[in-house]
């Protein structure tokens, strides 16, 4: 019996060896690849993944516009659907005008009118310029025949002299003496109406001067008048044009609360328009991950809604303090009970083309990768 069993331990025994040998080569080759997938993992964080900075704490934004009247008035007609598509400049909420339309006119009216009297101004300034110089005129025509006056009574008070001594000497008659005193009356009367008609002259161009300047004046009042009128009109066409409410931006329509037959007022919000092609992303990473962060570095970009692609963008700014210093109620660190806290920072990144096929809308959740290692040219 034992030389009948002798086979089957032998083959049993060489069959454990050779399990026990794949088992160590198993193993042994196990080992091998976890020693590789160490040494590659570990090369990639050496080079790599020590330079990333990661956070799962990022979103989508976008600035978004929210639509308000600048004009009271009730809802003619709104233009657009929610999450419709719009550009720049698209009608979006139409105002009853006829109220504005009938002030427009008004205006218009106003300004007609002061351009009316401000011609009459003028008018009447170029009548008054004329009256100056025909006065000034009259008086050099005043003044001369004042010194024609002046020139014939001295010469009537010679004759009058000279005809004296020869009437004393009996070479002249009494009448001759007589004429020639008539002359020498004569023109002294002459020579007074002549200095009483350069002063009415002169006392006419002053009141003549004085028109002059209370045309001048009204001048400037109408205007000034007709600046105020066209400064009305520009802003009752400025209202007019209000009763429109135009798409700032391009983008998709939200938050639409007006309705047709409603009344508004300015500043009351009626719906926005989100540029969803000019998405970016806002990661919050904490203060002990930017020491090595600077604007321009790639960064890779996961999205949850389309967890398979793969974006790219760019560091574009840091902001200039922590969300707690932003907050509505910023904490007090200055007590009694004190935790410290790391603090998260705004980082803005601006995202490469994206994916065709992909649409970034603002609150998506991301999670982002920032690759810190130095480029060319960057000096540190």
Known sequence: MNTAVAPDDALATAHAKRQSAR???FWAGAAGLAGL?????????WSTGRYLETT???????DWVALSPRVAGYVAEVMVEDDQPVHTGDVLVKLRSDDYRARLDQAQAAVTQAQAALNVAKARQQIAAEGIRQQREAILKAEATQRSAAAERRRSALDLTRYRGLV???AATAQRLESA?????QAEANWQGAQAAWREARSTLAMVQARATEAGAVLEQQQAALVQAQARQTLAEQDAQDTLIRAPIAGVV??????????????????????VQQAYVVANYKETQLARMRPGQPVQIRVDSFSEARL????ASFSP???NVFALLPSDNATGNFTKIVQRFPVRILLDNPAEGITLLPGMSVLTSVDTRAEPGDER
């Open 254 to 275: 939200g938050q639409r609360r007006v309705r047709a037959g409603q009344y508004v007022v300015p500043g009351q919000p009626l719906l926005a328009v989100v540029p």
């Open 56 to 62: 799962d704490d990022a979103y989508v934004r976008a």
């Open 312 to 315: 790219h963008g760019r560091v």
């Open 181 to 185: 005193r008539a002359s020498a009356d």
């Open 168 to 170: 004393r000497d009996h």
């Open 321 to 323: 303090a922590s969300g």
């Open 23 to 25: 088992r160590r080569l």
């Open 37 to 45: 997938a160490v040494l590659a993992y570990g090369g990639h964080w």
